[in-house]
Structures are given as C-alpha cells and as structure tokens.
C-alpha cells in the first residue's frame, strides 16, 4: 500500500462549506418543491460592472490577432497590474511600497494556503478562534498542527475571540513563530482599528513573530479611520504579508484574482543560520508551483482599479451594505444579538434559546427553507453562534429575513 501525508488522516472528514452544501443537497432532494434562500457561502449576486465587462471583451479580442496574443506571462503578474494595484491601494492611502513587492494570484484562499509551505514544520502557528477554516486546515496539511481533539490542534495557539472581548483576539501569552489575521473579520464581521493593529505590529516586532494579515473585506470597510492596510502602521512592512482579493471587491468570483504583498524586508532564518528573504522565496515557489492569472483577467481587474470601475463596484458594494443593515435591522427586531455587518458583509449572530449552531443551522433549513453558516464550524468559540452573508440580492435576501421573522418570532 502506497504511502500517504499522514497529516490528511487527522482531518474532518468535510471542509465547513462543503458540509453545509452537503446537507442543502439532502433537503432539496427531500423537498424537491423548496424554494432555499442561501445566506449561507460568501459567494456574490450582481453581475460584473459594465467597465469590467468591456475590458474583459476588449482583452478577448487581443487573444485573438497574432499581433496582440499573450502566452505565458509572468508567474508574479502582469507590470501593468500590479503598478495599478501599488497607486490605488498603498501610495494613495501614503503606503511606501514597490510594485515587484505585489504577487499577483487567482485568488487570496490560495494564497493564504499556500504561503504557509516557507514556514518550517516545527513552526508555532496562533489562530483566532473562530477562524476562516483555510489558515488552520492548511497548517493541519502541511503536519503543523498536532493531533486534533475537541475541535482544536494540539500544536496551535488559539485566540479567543468572544463577546467580552469584542471578537477581538488579545495579544498572545505564548509566543507564536506565525500570528493569522483578518479584518474585517471572516466571519464575525468586526474590525481591528488603528490602537489594534499598532498594538498587533509592535507585538511581532519585540517577538519575532510574521503577521499573516488577511484583508479580502477591506472595501467594506466605511470609517476612513480604520486602517484598509496593516501597512498604515509604521513598522509593519517588517512583519507583514498582506493577502487581498478581487473576489467581493469587484465580485470576481467567478474570474478570480487576488495578490499577496510580500515586502523585501520580512526575513525568515533557515536552521543552518543563513538569512534569508521571504520576498525571495515567494517569489521562488510562486515561478515553481504557478503559471499566473490569465492575462484577460489581469485586464480586467486593472481597469477594476480605474474610473469609471471604481464608481460603478461602488455602487454594487452599497447593495451588500444595504443587505447588512437589513440583516442587522430585522436581528434587532427578533431581538437577537448579532455583531459585524457595519465594516463588513457578514453578521455574526448569537442563536436564540442557547440553541447549538448545527441544531439552529437545522432549524431555518427546515423551517424556512434559509441557509446559514453555523458558527462552530469556524472554531469552538463560534458554538452557538451562526454566520449571515449579505452577498444575496436585496430581494432574496427581504425574503429570507421574512422567512426567518415567521420561525423565530
């Protein structure tokens, strides 16, 4: 018998939102005549914007005449990208930065599982809990993790994340080699401000510790205070990697894009001693392991940094805004607590009558024909707690709410 990665062996048998699509299959085929509504999976429903659309075409049509075709291209992405990306989003909001430092991807999921193959196995990983299930399954792959009892690692340090804390993790007693971070916030939809994130830096500074600094949401975010970039803190360029993605920014989830910044003065030491730059060896697996995005969608995601792009994506981010308030809105009026939706496409709400977060995902399955995400499927400190996208059409997602007023009232 073949040999295998033993550390598959201790994983659950179904990735969260596989498990969630699994058990909608079943009902459906139970009741075949059910119209669901799913506020379930971050996936988006407004069409790609006009000036998206038109660049797109414009770039297929280049594929198409010798003159203008593109082949390979190169594995860290298009110039003309990445420049567009390093004006909109760093030198715009006084973030030094240079465009060799951005690596262009198919998507900020891939990056963020890939990255961890440059850390050593012996490595110590710190995770809030709840977590995006990809920073923790990934370390899990890679045999980082431990053995798994209780719904945690034994070899990984977790941050709580709780309503007396705000769902804010707190600094970690324990000195991690990799810290995980998201905001705004998959799932529990809050942010880390300004205070936060210095205090977040100067703790990687003094410890040695790599940031790994999620910010897919940033465009949700709506108080010009709160930091977009952990590269708005001094000092965060030397602790830092930032992942980011096209994904809900310009609803490119069927096109997928992202990029990761890699900055040229984050160091890693090998065991024998030598420096060495993380940059480099980004760059080195990336030219290994990957081919690029297409270059039709590099195009398309430069104009989604340009005008009239950035107009008309925000005015598609309003539509998810406006389905969050709704959300939060119609939780007030249950009175259920619920937490996030103002920086953020998620509400991360607290299940009523201590109902566990499966028996509550149950309930609006079969109740009301509603898909959730259930809160413990992020970590053990999302028990008793479910996850709300407003990544639906308003209709729909008036209609959902609807449904959940009937059951829960």
């Avoid at 198409?64 to 860290?76: L, V």
């Avoid at 940033?218 to 708005?232: G, H, K, L, M, T």
């Avoid at 792009?309 to 009175?335: E, F, H, I, W």
């Avoid at 937490?339 to 028996?359: A, I, Q």
Wanted: hydrophobic letters at 40%; a negative charge.
């Amino acid at each position: 018998m073949r040999s295998i990665n033993n550390a598959y062996a201790g994983l659950a048998g179904n990735y969260l939102f596989s498990e969630v699509a699994r058990r909608v299959r079943v009902y459906k085929e139970n009741h075949p005549e059910a119209d669901v509504i799913s506020l379930g999976i971050g996936d988006v429903s407004q069409p790609l914007v006009p000036a998206v659309i038109e660049a797109l075409h414009k770039a297929v049509d280049e594929m198409g005449r010798a003159e203008t075709f593109r082949g390979y291209g190169p594995e860290q992405g298009y110039a003309f990208l990445r420049q567009a990306i390093l004006e909109h989003d760093f030198l715009a909001r006084g973030v030094s930065l240079d465009a060799d430092e951005i690596f262009i991807s198919d998507g900020a999921k891939s990056d963020v599982g890939n990255f961890q193959e440059l850390f050593g196995e012996d490595a110590v990983i710190a995770l809030t809990d709840p977590v995006y299930p990809v920073y923790e399954d990934s370390n899990a792959m890679a045999g980082r993790a431990g053995v798994h009892a209780n719904g945690r690692w034994s070899r990984i340090i977790y941050l709580p994340c709780t309503m007396e804390n705000g769902f804010r993790p707190e600094l970690p007693t324990e000195r991690p080699d990799v810290v995980y971070l998201c905001s705004p916030n998959n799932p529990t939809g809050t942010v880390l401000d300004r205070d936060a994130l210095t205090a977040w830096v100067e703790y990687a500074r003094a410890n040695d510790t790599l940031i790994m600094f999620d910010a897919a949401y940033e465009a949700f975010i709506r108080d010009d205070a709160v930091p977009r970039s952990i590269y708005e803190i001094p000092g965060a360029d030397e602790v830092a990697v930032e992942f980011r993605s096209l994904s809900k920014t310009a609803g490119f989830t069927g096109l997928r894009c992202g990029y990761a910044v890699v900055p040229k003065k984050l160091k890693a030491r090998s065991s024998d001693g030598k420096t060495l730059l993380l940059h480099d060896m980004w760059l080195r697996r990336q030219c290994t392991k990957y081919n690029g995005c297409p270059y039709i969608v590099q195009r398309a995601a430069e104009t989604a940094f340009k005008e009239p792009a950035r107009t008309q994506m925000r005015a598609v981010l309003a539509v998810y805004q406006s389905n969050a308030d709704m959300m939060l809105d119609a939780c007030a009026k249950l009175g259920i607590q619920a937490f996030g939706g103002v920086h953020s496409p998620y509400v991360w709400l607290k299940t009523p009558g201590n109902m566990d977060s499966w028996s509550f995902f149950d309930l609006l399955l079969e109740k009301a024909a509603v898909v959730c995400t259930p809160g413990v499927g992020f970590g053990a400190c999302g028990e008793g707690y479910a996850r709300l996208t407003a990544f639906n059409t308003p209709e729909l997602t008036r209609a959902a709410l609807k449904r959940l007023e009937n059951v829960l009232s």
